[in-house]
């Protein structure tokens, strides 16, 4: 019994002593948990605020911040699982747009902030440097503007900070050198301006400086060699200049050097790749330094981009046999070689190089012939650049192993021969380029086999024959050069189905024939040149089809007609010749209603008539009219006749007008005269008088009856007589009555007037009965 009591003394001492505790930690706890959850509140507050200035969600990701769930679950959200307080936000490549709310500031446990990929705009709040939890702050590749915020210096436990691909401006604040664990520093593509501050010395943690692509001037300063953990430095393109720190090329943990497009001179070291064992790529092109490739890049077995183009090194190109990694190798525009017969030796130790994928080394002095085992190089190798310098003999067949090849140029060399039609198996080819050469013999038929083509140069060499036909099956090319060869036949047809094509440039050989209205299936065709040839015929008026043309050289052919209107359509052209044909007719004035037309000229034909006077006419530094002898007007400048010829007709065409109203006029009178005329005589007629006798109610007497009633003229009968007649009285038997009857003697001179005046006397008097015979 006793035994009971003891456990069960125990059993209330534990039972006791676990109440006390549990009351005392409720009432220590409790205020407590009404903090943190006043906190947590504070950043579901704030990421609402955060979504207010959200104006554009096209992915709706924002979708599920709503009171459904609990703002740790809401997409991109991360909190602390004890404290239930957000620890990061990413939102990185949503495409969301607005501005960045300065309500962030209050996320005080916040440890990664990524925005990066969005269409965020508007300043960088100052309030984000509150936030001394922040490790990551990834803002890069929005529209943001302004300066970077000074009071970044409070996030003291930054690390990585990315603000590429914005719209800054301003100096790089000096406050940011003071953050001692930052390890990415990353502003490239911005348009930040000044120098590199000294004070970039203290960034102890540093391994990863990019500030390429602003406006950043001035020198490298010494302290950088201070940053020991310091692997990746890009600095290009800028407008730094003078020389590298010698120090730099002792800083064996770098692993990437980029100073591209920048003004840096001197030469590089010796030894560079001996104290940069580590150097994976280098990049120094487009800058000023002089002098010969270190010699102990034969040891770089890391290197696999090394791209110095665009410079000014020289001397021969080192054995790179032991560069087996590397990816790129860019010389080009530099003086390298001294056009011998051995500049191209170092090509053999790249066959070593398995991974290479792309070869340039255009534009220097390199020599000699082009040897075979470039067709041993990697068949990974993609594009090779071989123009612009000496190199002789024809192009080995070999090359034709290069079957991963998209692009080749080998323009503007001294090769010869043909086309080799191993080159038929570059079945990936995008653009070849073999332009200012010396080659000859026929376009090769196999070359519709590229179908992936879109740039084909083979212009300024010696080819002969015809454009093949199937050139049709390269459907995807959008630049064609075939000028300065012999080439005769006409432009087939099948040129004109290349839908494609954006430049087409077939001048300076001996093509004829007519243009075909096909032409203008060419809907994407911006310069077009057929000059000098052996063209015929009309310019064809489907020209004006070609919408997108700028340019157009027709010079130096044998066209002729009209210059056609339907170029009025082509309402982007720049440039346009018509120069040396013998095209008749007059200027279109449609012509001068062309905004854009900068160049015109139409000299050496047979052109008539005004020349306009608007538009590009206006400008005679950008017209030519010579040579046109029967053009005139247009503007003082270009010395013109005045166009009296037009002046006198229009003088002849206001007379032909006066004229014809004059005619008009009296011939409108003429008629209402006779109208009124014949409205008169009408009139009269319906009255009888004796100005108007009716001849038939006249009494008619017979000769015979005359004759009897007078006794035959009886001088008994012989009442009067007078220098033109005789009067006797006689009767007549019808009307049994004495008249007086006279006969003229019409043999006398004057007795018809005599009669006519008698009867003019007789139609006065009141004479009742005439009669006649």
């Given at each position: 019994?006793?035994?009971?009591?003891?456990?069960?003394?125990?059993?209330?001492?534990?039972?006791?002593?676990?109440?006390?505790?549990?009351?005392?930690?409720?009432?220590?706890?409790?205020?407590?948990?009404?903090?943190?959850?006043?906190?947590?509140?504070?950043?579901?507050?704030?990421?609402?605020?955060?979504?207010?200035?959200?104006?554009?969600?096209?992915?709706?990701?924002?979708?599920?911040?709503?009171?459904?769930?609990?703002?740790?679950?809401?997409?991109?959200?991360?909190?602390?699982?004890?404290?239930?307080?957000?620890?990061?936000?990413?939102?990185?490549?949503?495409?969301?747009?607005?501005?960045?709310?300065?309500?962030?500031?209050?996320?005080?446990?916040?440890?990664?902030?990524?925005?990066?990929?969005?269409?965020?705009?508007?300043?960088?709040?100052?309030?984000?440097?509150?936030?001394?939890?922040?490790?990551?702050?990834?803002?890069?590749?929005?529209?943001?503007?302004?300066?970077?915020?000074?009071?970044?210096?409070?996030?003291?436990?930054?690390?990585?900070?990315?603000?590429?691909?914005?719209?800054?401006?301003?100096?790089?604040?000096?406050?940011?050198?003071?953050?001692?664990?930052?390890?990415?520093?990353?502003?490239?593509?911005?348009?930040?301006?000044?120098?590199?501050?000294?004070?970039?010395?203290?960034l102890s943690s540093l391994t990863y400086l990019q500030v390429g692509g602003n406006n950043l001037v001035g020198d490298i300063p010494q302290e950088i060699c201070h940053l020991k953990s310091l692997t990746t430095i890009v600095i290009g393109p800028n407008r730094l200049s003078g020389t590298f720190p010698s120090c730099l090329y002792n800083m064996s943990s770098l692993?990437?050097?980029?100073?591209?497009?920048?003004?840096?001179?001197?030469?590089?070291?010796?030894?560079?790749?001996?104290?940069?064992?580590?150097?994976?790529?280098?990049?120094?092109?487009?800058?000023?330094?002089?002098?010969?490739?270190?010699?102990?890049?034969?040891?770089?077995?890391?290197?696999?981009?090394?791209?110095?183009?665009?410079?000014?090194?020289?001397?021969?190109?080192?054995?790179?046999?032991?560069?087996?990694?590397?990816?790129?190798?860019?010389?080009?525009?530099?003086?390298?070689?001294?056009?011998?017969?051995?500049?191209?030796?170092?090509?053999?130790?790249?066959?070593?190089?398995?991974?290479?994928?792309?070869?340039?080394?255009?534009?220097?002095?390199?020599?000699?012939?082009?040897?075979?085992?470039?067709?041993?190089?990697?068949?990974?190798?993609?594009?090779?650049?071989?123009?612009?310098?000496?190199?002789?003999?024809?192009?080995?067949?070999?090359?034709?192993?290069?079957?991963?090849?998209?692009?080749?140029?080998?323009?503007?060399?001294?090769?010869?021969?043909?086309?080799?039609?191993?080159?038929?198996?570059?079945?990936?080819?995008?653009?070849?380029?073999?332009?200012?050469?010396?080659?000859?013999?026929?376009?090769?038929?196999?070359?519709?086999?590229?179908?992936?083509?879109?740039?084909?140069?083979?212009?300024?060499?010696?080819?002969?024959?015809?454009?093949?036909?199937?050139?049709?099956?390269?459907?995807?090319?959008?630049?064609?050069?075939?000028?300065?060869?012999?080439?005769?036949?006409?432009?087939?047809?099948?040129?004109?189905?290349?839908?494609?094509?954006?430049?087409?440039?077939?001048?300076?050989?001996?093509?004829?024939?007519?243009?075909?209205?096909?032409?203008?299936?060419?809907?994407?065709?911006?310069?077009?040149?057929?000059?000098?040839?052996?063209?015929?015929?009309?310019?064809?008026?489907?020209?004006?089809?070609?919408?997108?043309?700028?340019?157009?050289?027709?010079?130096?052919?044998?066209?002729?007609?009209?210059?056609?209107?339907?170029?009025?359509?082509?309402?982007?052209?720049?440039?346009?010749?018509?120069?040396?044909?013998?095209?008749?007719?007059?200027?279109?004035?449609?012509?001068?209603?062309?905004?854009?037309?900068?160049?015109?000229?139409?000299?050496?034909?047979?052109?008539?008539?005004?020349?306009?006077?608007?538009?590009?006419?206006?400008?005679?530094?950008?017209?030519?009219?010579?040579?046109?002898?029967?053009?005139?007007?247009?503007?003082?400048?270009?010395?013109?006749?005045?166009?009296?010829?037009?002046?006198?007709?229009?003088?002849?065409?206001?007379?032909?007008?006066?004229?014809?109203?004059?005619?008009?006029?009296?011939?409108?009178?003429?008629?209402?005269?006779?109208?009124?005329?014949?409205?008169?005589?009408?009139?009269?007629?319906?009255k009888p008088s004796l100005d108007s006798p009716i001849i038939d109610q006249l009494a008619k007497v017979s000769y015979q009856s005359l004759h009897n009633g007078t006794d035959g003229f009886s001088t008994a009968n012989l009442i009067g007589s007078g220098n033109f007649s005789f009067v006797y009285k006689g009767t007549l038997e019808s009307e049994d009555k004495v008249?007086?009857?006279?006969?003229?003697?019409?043999?006398?001179?004057?007795?018809?007037?005599?009669?006519?005046?008698?009867?003019?006397?007789?139609?006065?008097?009141?004479?009742?009965?005439?009669?006649?015979?």
């Amino acid at each position: 019994m006793k035994h009971f009591y003891l456990m069960l003394l125990a059993f209330w001492f534990v039972y006791v002593h676990l109440f006390f505790l549990f009351t005392l930690n409720t009432l220590w706890l409790s205020p407590n948990m009404s903090a943190f959850a006043s906190r947590n509140e504070v950043d579901h507050l704030t990421l609402l605020k955060f979504r207010e200035s959200i104006s554009s969600d096209p992915y709706g990701i924002l979708l599920s911040w709503n009171t459904s769930a609990h703002f740790c679950n809401w997409h991109g959200i991360t909190c602390n699982p004890m404290l239930q307080r957000v620890t990061k936000i990413n939102l990185r490549g949503y495409n969301l747009k607005g501005s960045i709310s300065p309500h962030v500031g209050n996320l005080s446990y916040i440890k990664s902030f990524i925005l990066a990929n969005n269409s965020f705009y508007g300043n960088i709040p100052q309030e984000l440097g509150r936030l001394s939890q922040l490790q990551i702050l990834s803002i890069g590749n929005n529209s943001l503007v302004g300066e970077i915020p000074t009071n970044l210096t409070g996030c003291v436990q930054l690390k990585i900070l990315h603000l590429n691909g914005n719209n800054l401006i301003g100096k790089i604040p000096i406050q940011i050198f003071s953050l001692q664990k930052l390890q990415y520093f990353l502003v490239v593509r911005n348009q930040l301006t000044g120098g590199i501050s000294s004070f970039i010395g203290n960034l102890s943690s540093l391994t990863y400086l990019q500030v390429g692509g602003n406006n950043l001037v001035g020198d490298i300063p010494q302290e950088i060699c201070h940053l020991k953990s310091l692997t990746t430095i890009v600095i290009g393109p800028n407008r730094l200049s003078g020389t590298f720190p010698s120090c730099l090329y002792n800083m064996s943990s770098l692993t990437a050097i980029s100073a591209t497009v920048n003004q840096f001179n001197g030469s590089l070291p010796p030894n560079m790749f001996h104290t940069l064992p580590n150097l994976q790529e280098v990049g120094f092109g487009g800058n000023q330094f002089s002098g010969p490739i270190p010699p102990s890049i034969i040891n770089a077995s890391f290197l696999t981009i090394f791209d110095i183009s665009v410079n000014h090194f020289s001397g021969q190109v080192s054995s790179l046999g032991k560069v087996q990694n590397l990816f790129l190798l860019n010389l080009s525009e530099n003086n390298l070689g001294d056009n011998s017969t051995n500049d191209l030796d170092f090509l053999k130790s790249l066959t070593n190089c398995s991974k290479l994928n792309v070869l340039s080394i255009s534009y220097n002095n390199f020599g000699g012939h082009l040897p075979n085992l470039l067709g041993n190089l990697s068949t990974q190798l993609n594009v090779l650049y071989l123009g612009g310098n000496q190199i002789s003999g024809e192009i080995p067949a070999e090359s034709g192993n290069l079957i991963n090849l998209i692009l080749l140029t080998m323009e503007n060399n001294y090769f010869e021969g043909f086309v080799p039609s191993a080159f038929g198996k570059f079945q990936k080819m995008q653009v070849l380029e073999l332009g200012g050469n010396n080659l000859s013999g026929d376009i090769p038929a196999f070359i519709g086999n590229l179908s992936q083509l879109f740039h084909l140069g083979i212009g300024e060499n010696m080819l002969e024959g015809i454009i093949p036909r199937s050139i049709e099956n390269c459907q995807m090319l959008q630049y064609l050069k075939l000028s300065q060869n012999r080439l005769r036949g006409t432009i087939p047809l099948e040129i004109f189905n290349l839908s494609s094509l954006t430049n087409l440039n077939l001048s300076q050989n001996s093509l004829s024939g007519s243009m075909s209205e096909e032409v203008g299936r060419l809907k994407h065709i911006s310069s077009l040149d057929v000059s000098s040839n052996n063209l015929s015929g009309d310019i064809p008026g489907m020209i004006g089809e070609c919408l997108m043309l700028e340019y157009l050289y027709l010079r130096e052919n044998s066209f002729q007609g009209f210059i056609p209107t339907s170029l009025a359509s082509l309402k982007g052209l720049r440039k346009l010749d018509l120069s040396q044909n013998r095209l008749s007719g007059t200027i279109p004035n449609v012509l001068q209603n062309i905004s854009t037309l900068e160049y015109l000229n139409v000299s050496f034909n047979m052109l008539n008539g005004e020349v306009p006077t608007e538009g590009v006419f206006q400008n005679a530094s950008e017209l030519v009219v010579t040579g046109n002898s029967k053009l005139c007007g247009g503007i003082p400048e270009l010395h013109l006749p005045p166009c009296l010829v037009k002046g006198n007709k229009l003088v002849e065409h206001h007379k032909f007008r006066l004229i014809a109203v004059i005619v008009s006029v009296l011939a409108f009178l003429l008629i209402l005269s006779i109208i009124l005329t014949i409205y008169c005589m009408r009139k009269r007629s319906k009255k009888p008088s004796l100005d108007s006798p009716i001849i038939d109610q006249l009494a008619k007497v017979s000769y015979q009856s005359l004759h009897n009633g007078t006794d035959g003229f009886s001088t008994a009968n012989l009442i009067g007589s007078g220098n033109f007649s005789f009067v006797y009285k006689g009767t007549l038997e019808s009307e049994d009555k004495v008249v007086a009857i006279k006969v003229l003697n019409l043999q006398r001179k004057g007795a018809h007037k005599s009669f006519i005046a008698e009867c003019n006397a007789l139609k006065i008097l009141n004479i009742d009965i005439l009669f006649r015979f």
